[in-house]
């Protein structure tokens, strides 16, 4: 069965760069939400979209952006980085925005050096 | 906000023993969802088991299986005849189950590492 994709799976980057990341959900699930899991932490929420709407925000910095497209992949944009954002980011897909389980792809490791 | 404890930072077990996770919860509300997510080394977050609060019965997954005690708000996974692969990071999680405009994200807890002897 098809899995969530993201890309890229690691991405190396200098402090105040800036860094994009993109999560493609499994096939006709219309919802996406973002998580970023700390060294030895639990995945915290940063953001959630459904049908191309923001629908839950989290603890997600004001210097990160995510929207959702119309093909209902996600990206999140990431800027002016600093070393505590060095995380895994994992997206999770689902279909329709109340049903209970979120399947989640393989993370991309941010390091920022 | 809902909070999801997890005890045991740590758990170590023989393999073919079996092995109980605990993970208490704090809501206020009477219908959720209760996950067990593994996290094996690779770092992917497994769904493991999945438990509805408005069903008395346990659920179960092959070696897998949880003890639900609504009142006690308790969620322990319990881990049968144990091998090497199933040594991992396993996180209890929580989600609400009412319909509203928000809040479906889920809450972890911090973890339990669980080690598997030979």
């Known amino acids: ?16 760069e800036t860094a994009t990341l993109k999560c493609y959900p499994i ?4 919802t ?12 915290q929420f940063l953001i959630s979209f459904y049908e191309k709407m923001q629908s839950d925000k989290g603890s997600i910095p004001d210097r990160f952006s995510a929207q959702q497209f119309s093909d ?9 980085l ?5 995380a895994l980011y994992f997206c999770a897909s689902l279909r329709g925005f109340g049903t209970d389980t979120q399947y989640f792809g393989p993370g991309t490791r941010l390091t920022v050096l | 906000a809902q909070t999801v404890t997890q005890s045991q930072p740590e758990m170590s077990v023989q393999e ?36 509805e609060a408005y069903k008395q019965q346990n659920a179960t997954e092959n070696r897998f299986s949880v003890n ?9 996974l319990k881990i049968s005849d144990s091998q090497l692969g199933d040594a991992a990071m396993y996180f209890c999680a929580y989600r609400t189950f009412r319909v509203r405009n928000s809040g ?3 809450n972890f807890g911090k973890g339990t590492s669980l080690l598997v002897t030979p």
């Open chain 2, 68 to 76: 639900f005690q609504k009142a006690a708000k308790s969620f322990s």
């Open chain 1, 1 to 16: 069965a098809a899995g969530v994709i993201q890309s890229p799976r690691h991405l190396i980057k200098e402090k105040r």
């Open chain 1, 32 to 43: 996406v939400y973002w998580y970023q899991q700390g060294p030895g932490q639990d995945p």
């Open chain 2, 16 to 51: 073919a023993e079996t092995v109980t996770l605990s993970c208490t919860y704090d809501t206020s509300e009477s219908d959720y969802y209760l996950f067990w997510y593994k996290q094996p080394p690779s770092r992917q977050m497994i769904l493991v088991i999945r438990q």
């Open chain 1, 27 to 30: 096939p006709r699930h219309d």
């Open chain 2, 104 to 106: 479906y994200a889920l």
């Open chain 1, 82 to 86: 600093e070393l505590g954002d060095s």
């Open chain 1, 72 to 80: 209902y992949h996600s990206e999140l944009n990431m800027s002016s």
